[in-house]
């Protein structure tokens, strides 16, 4: 098992710029999610789905758009890069019963907007 | 007022000492809690639990008070290895039958010889 893959690592952006953060995983977890670590804030959610199908907003949702067309990919999308988004982007992935408790993350992209 | 609140730390502690992260959480109806570490350029993962009852895991006990809304995490006999930035979280069910995970900002480690 792969676990949960992320792409890009590393990425830099102009402003205005939009992208998509790719997020996979082979574990067949029903939810998954998106955060952002910024220093001294810890990791805030952005997006989360809990199925195919299923999205919804998490506490930092504004400049991101999220779809869950299979079990498998969770895609982010900046629809036009600004610099407050520069941090490091984690996706998670965990089984849905009991509740998302264990989180396993993939490595990150870390992400600079000019 | 954040809903999980950490010591940012840094700690710095010999090896062999004993060392306990705080953090207190806003949420009374919180559900479930957890201790996650996060090396450095890394991404977070669990490593313990944290139930009401306390409960151990070799070198590291951690301990919940519901009633004070308080989490602890206690390291015994440091080892070089437990550097890293130890992330309190909890589970705020918000309604849903799923819940969500909420980070505190993480507490800072550093082991040295």
């Known amino acids: 098992n792969a676990g949960v893959t992320q792409t890009p690592k590393f990425q830099v952006l102009k402003t205005g710029q939009s992208m998509t953060l790719q997020c996979a995983q082979d574990?067949?977890?029903?939810?998954m999610s998106w955060y952002r670590q910024d220093p001294g804030m810890g990791l805030r959610l952005i997006h989360y789905?809990?199925?195919?199908?299923?999205?919804d907003q998490g506490e930092v949702p504004n400049g991101y758009n999220v779809s869950r067309s299979t079990t498998e990919d969770f895609p982010l999308r900046l629809l036009s890069a600004a610099p407050s988004q520069t941090s490091v982007y984690f996706c998670?992935?965990?089984?849905?019963?009991?509740?998302?408790?264990?989180?396993?993350f993939g490595p990150g992209t870390r992400l600079t907007v000019l | 007022r954040k809903e999980v609140e950490q010591d940012p730390g840094p700690f710095n502690v010999p090896e062999g000492a004993t060392v306990a992260f705080n953090c207190t959480y806003s949420?009374?109806?919180?559900?479930?809690f957890f201790w996650y570490r996060q090396d450095c350029r890394k991404e977070p993962k669990l490593l313990m639990s944290?139930?009401?009852s306390g409960n151990e895991d070799g070198r590291f006990t951690a301990q919940l008070n519901r009633a004070s809304q308080y989490i602890s995490l206690l390291i015994r006999d440091s080892k070089l290895s437990d550097s890293a930035t130890y992330l309190c979280?909890?589970?705020?069910?918000?309604?849903?039958?799923?819940?969500?995970?909420?980070f505190g900002q993480g507490t800072i480690l550093t082991v040295h010889p």
């Open positions: 944290v139930y009401s």
């Open positions: 574990m067949n977890h029903e939810y």
């Open positions: 998670a992935s965990s089984p849905l019963a009991g509740g998302p408790n264990e989180q396993f």
């Open positions: 979280v909890v589970n705020d069910a918000g309604g849903t039958s799923y819940g969500k995970l909420t």
């Open positions: 949420n009374s109806a919180s559900q479930s």
């Open positions: 789905s809990v199925g195919a199908g299923i999205t």
